[in-house]
C-alpha cells in the first residue's frame, strides 16, 4: 500500500483526516500577514456509512466511557465484544452500553483473563478500544495492528522505555497499512486547543521561550487488599498506584499536558533533571508529587509540575511564552503587557451568552475524528506523537526517582522493562519499595 508523505510531526497534516481543511490568513496589528496554518474542519458527527463495530479491551471506567463516547460519534456504530481481565467489570461495562445506547453486546462475545484481549481481536470487529492499564498497551497496539484492526486506544501508551520503542515500531507499521489511530490525547481534538494551537503557529506570540505544565489534583483513589484476592488481582485492581501498571501519575496524567508542550512547540525535550517524593499516598509504590526541569534542543526550557494530594491548590493547565507574548494554550492569548489580543469565541446559548465550552466534547470528537477518517479513506495516525510524548513523561520519572539528569537519548536506549515476566493469579515477583532519589534505582529484581 501507498505510504502517506505527510510528516508524522505535523499536526495539520495528520488532523486533515477529521475533514475539509480551509486554511486561513490572520493578520497581527501591522499590515504583514502571518504564515497560513490551517486546521481540520470538525465535524459535529462522523458521516453515515456501512457498520463499524467496535471491541473494547479493559472494561473499567475509561474503557466503558470510550465504548459510550463512540456510540456517540456518529450513525451505525456498534460495541459487539468485550474483554477485561475480571467478569464484574465486563458485566457492568456490558449493562452500562445497553442502559445508555440500547445496544446488548452478545453474551458469547464477552470475554475474561489474560488472554481476552486477543479473543477480542478476533471477534470479527473492525475498531479495537483500548482501556486497560497502561503496561499492557504495547502488546495489544501490536497485536491490533498484526490484525490490521483500527484503534482508539487510552493515553499514556506505555510505561517504561522497552515499551515506547515497542509502540514507536508498532505505528510506523500502522502507516504503512493505511490503519487509523487515535490516541485519547483529546485536547488535540478540542476545538479551543486547536485554534489556539492555530495562532501560535502563525506566529502571533512569536518564537516560543518557555514555559509551565501543571496537572495539580487530588487523590485519585485507590483499593484496599481484599483478603479474597490474590497480590496480582489487587495490583491491577488498584492499578492508578503502582508504578508498573500506570507508570505513576506523571505518566498516566500528566502525560496531557506534556502532550501540549510537544505539540505546540513541535519538539520533545531533550533532558530532564526532577524531583518527587511521597507524603500521603497509601498504596502502591508511586510518587504523589513530581517538579521536573525539561530542556529543548535549542536551550528553552519548560517546567513540569504534577501533584495527587488532597487539600492544595489544584491547576490542570499549560502556559507558554514566546518573544511576543503567551498563551494559556487554550483560549486566551496574551501580549507581553499583559493585554488580551485574542480570544476564542465560544458558542452562544439560548440566552445569547458564551457557553465557555467547546461544542463537542473533546471525549467525543476522538471518537468522530476516528470514524471520518475510516469512513473517508484518510488514514489518522497520532500513535507515535503520543509515544513521544509518553516517553518524555518516562523520562522526568526516572529523573526525579533517580536524582540525576536524564536524556531522551538515554531512554531510546535503555532496555528498563517494568512488571512481572509470569502472568498467574497469585504473588507478583517484582521489588515493591518506593524510590528514594540519590540511590540504586532497581525496578526489577
Given at each position: 500500500?501507498?505510504?502517506s508523505?505527510?510528516s ?13 481543511v ?38 473499567g ?8 463516547n ?6 451505525n ?26 445496544q ?15 479473543k ?8 479495537v ?20 484492526k ?9 510505561v517504561?522505555?522497552?515499551?515506547a520503542?515497542?509502540?514507536m515500531a ?13 490516541t ?5 481534538h478540542?476545538?479551543d486547543?486547536?485554534a489556539?494551537?492555530?495562532?501560535v503557529?502563525?506566529?502571533i ?40 501498571l500506570s ?8 502525560v ?5 508542550a ?18 500521603r499516598r ?8 513530581f517538579?521536573v526541569?525539561?530542556?529543548f ?6 517546567h ?15 502556559r507558554l511564552?514566546?518573544?511576543?507574548g ?15 489580543i485574542?480570544?476564542y ?9 458564551p ?8 471525549y ?16 489518522f495516525?497520532e500513535l ?5 510524548s ?14 540525576k ?16 515476566k ?15 532519589a ?8
Amino acid at each position: 500500500m501507498k505510504k502517506s508523505s505527510i510528516s508524522r510531526r505535523d499536526f495539520f497534516g495528520k488532523a486533515a483526516a477529521a475533514g475539509i481543511v480551509l486554511p486561513t490568513i490572520i493578520t497581527g496589528c501591522s499590515s504583514q500577514p502571518r504564515k497560513v496554518v490551517a486546521v481540520p474542519n470538525f465535524l459535529d458527527q462522523a458521516p453515515d456509512g456501512a457498520v463499524l463495530k467496535a471491541g473494547v479491551i479493559g472494561c473499567g471506567g475509561r474503557g466503558t466511557g470510550a465504548a459510550i463516547n463512540f456510540l456517540s460519534a456518529g450513525p451505525n456504530l456498534q460495541v459487539t465484544a468485550l474483554a477485561d481481565t475480571f467478569k464484574d467489570r465486563v458485566d457492568n461495562c456490558r449493562e452500562r452500553i445497553l442502559q445508555e445506547k440500547g445496544q446488548e453486546v452478545p453474551a458469547e462475545n464477552c470475554f475474561v483473563g489474560f488472554d481476552a484481549y486477543q479473543k477480542v481481536i478476533d471477534s470479527g470487529v473492525d475498531i479495537v478500544i483500548l482501556a486497560t492499564p497502561p503496561f499492557f498497551r504495547p502488546e495489544h497496539l501490536a497485536a491490533a495492528v498484526q490484525a490490521r484492526k483500527h484503534i482508539f486506544s487510552e493515553k499514556p501508551v506505555c510505561v517504561d522505555p522497552v515499551g515506547a520503542r515497542s509502540v514507536m515500531a508498532t505505528a510506523k507499521k500502522a502507516e504503512g497499512l493505511e490503519l487509523s489511530i487515535v490516541t485519547g490525547t483529546q485536547r488535540r481534538h478540542q476545538r479551543d486547543y486547536v485554534a489556539t494551537w492555530q495562532q501560535v503557529q502563525q506566529g502571533i506570540i512569536g518564537e516560543l521561550t518557555g514555559g509551565n505544565v501543571w496537572w495539580n489534583g487530588g487523590k485519585l483513589w485507590h483499593r484496599d487488599k481484599n483478603p479474597d484476592w490474590t497480590e496480582m488481582e489487587w495490583m491491577i485492581r488498584d492499578w492508578v498506584n503502582w508504578t508498573w501498571l500506570s507508570g505513576d501519575h506523571i505518566v498516566e496524567q500528566h502525560v496531557h499536558n506534556l502532550d501540549v508542550a510537544n505539540w505546540f512547540t513541535g519538539k520533545h525535550p531533550v533532558k530532564a533533571v526532577g524531583m518527587g517524593s511521597r507524603l500521603r499516598r497509601v498504596t502502591g509504590d508511586q510518587y504523589d508529587n513530581f517538579s521536573v526541569d525539561y530542556t529543548f534542543e535549542n536551550g528553552t526550557h519548560i517546567h513540569s509540575m504534577c501533584r495527587q494530594i488532597n487539600g492544595c491548590a489544584n491547576n490542570v493547565s499549560e502556559r507558554l511564552q514566546g518573544t511576543k507574548g503567551s498563551t494559556n494554550c487554550q483560549n486566551s492569548i496574551l501580549s507581553l503587557d499583559g493585554e488580551e489580543i485574542w480570544k476564542y469565541e465560544y458558542p452562544l446559548d439560548k440566552d445569547q451568552k458564551p457557553t465557555n465550552t467547546v461544542s463537542v466534547d473533546p471525549y467525543v470528537q476522538e471518537h468522530i475524528d476516528l470514524v471520518t477518517a475510516i469512513r473517508t479513506g484518510k488514514p489518522f495516525n497520532e500513535l507515535e506523537n503520543t509515544a513521544i510524548s509518553t516517553m518524555v513523561a518516562i523520562m522526568g520519572r526516572v529523573s526525579a526517582y533517580t536524582g540525576k539528569e536524564t536524556t531522551y537519548e538515554e531512554m531510546m536506549n535503555s532496555d528498563l522493562k517494568l512488571g512481572p515476566k509470569v502472568f498467574v493469579f497469585g504473588p507478583v515477583d517484582i521489588p515493591k519499595e518506593v524510590p528514594i532519589a540519590g540511590l540504586p534505582y532497581v525496578p526489577q529484581a
